[in-house]
């Protein structure tokens, strides 16, 4: 449960736009305002901005750090993690559309928003991410020491079966087709995502992307990258992030992703994958925190057959092309 307050001195902060903005964070301390004053500095107040402080420490005052950005500001009393705290925020988005954004980025394209709703309102059953160039504390924002990014595809690295690698290669003039989402800026018409059922059956962090996206592509709707649309993603080494990441909820979630949506042959495979390349009490706390909600997935799964229209084979293959577009070496996860 989180608690609200409202901050709306500046933009509309009533549903009554198209798109709204949706930022959850823990430990952000002043990065926080900095993006929403991006956000504000491109779209004015076009749109809502809802942010969902998700059980931060209490030494900063997140509150009076966006006073006055027309923030629409909630503090959860019990960490939901990354998965959770996105889901939460866009089941109080009020618009058609929205952008899920971390709370360490930039929006870089000025006209970013009218771009957005152009294509959200040209093709709605997609999920979409934007371009985006990493930027860190010792280069200016849009800094060529920083690779930029479009979308990302499948790697399926044996350590980390359904993680994904950047696309660094293929980026076009306009939208384009790329098998999995990427980069923390992602687009999306609240109906698609609630029809595709989100993120819900994840838990705490990891393969949000892969969910959303490999049930995008199986509801028999797509997914894209947007270049002409380009944010920025502040780098953090491990040892700086704001909170803490464990293996097991990745592979919980890996586990989360194959059962619902893979199908039972998949998840049957990817299981004595998980098991040989894992450590054993990884595995065994993945597994405990999988079947703690099992009745839940249990449901998920039945309403996700109920709309799948395309075998996940049909999406390997895909990944497969794309993967060959790129130059993809498998010979390299050997190492």
Known sequence: MAAERHQNKAGRGDG??????????KNEREELALTCQSIRATAGDRVDIIVLNDDSDKDFDYAQSVEGLGVEYYESDHRLGSSGGKEWCVAQCRTPYFLILDAHCRMYTEDWLDKALAVLEKEE??????????????????SPKHMKAFGAFWDYNPRSIL???????????????????????????KRWWDYLG????????????????????????????????????????????????????????????????????????????????HHPAVWSDAKSLFFSHIEELDELRRKFEKIKKVEHDEVDRMNAAFQKRIGFDYRKLKK
Not at 16 to 25: A, K, N, T
């Open 198 to 277: 989100g993120y819900r059956g994840l838990l705490l962090y990891g393969r949000e992307e892969t969910f959303i996206s490999v049930k995008s592509w199986m509801a028999g709707g797509k997914v894209k990258c947007i270049p002409q649309i380009l944010t920025g993603h502040k780098t953090r080494p491990g040892k700086h992030q704001p909170y803490r990441c464990c293996t097991y909820e990745v592979v919980h979630n890996e586990m989360v992703c194959a059962y619902v949506a893979l199908g039972p042959s998949m998840f049957a495979r990817l299981t004595k994958l998980w098991e040989k390349v």
């Open 163 to 189: 993680s994904c690698g950047w696309n660094v290669r293929i980026r076009g003039e306009e939208e384009f087709e790329v098998p999995c989402i990427l980069g923390a800026n992602y687009l999306c018409s």
């Open 16 to 25: 009554s736009g198209l798109l709204s903005v949706l930022i959850p964070f």
């Open 125 to 142: 059953d997609c999920v979409y991410c934007c371009g985006v160039q990493y930027f860190s504390d010792e280069t200016d924002h849009q």
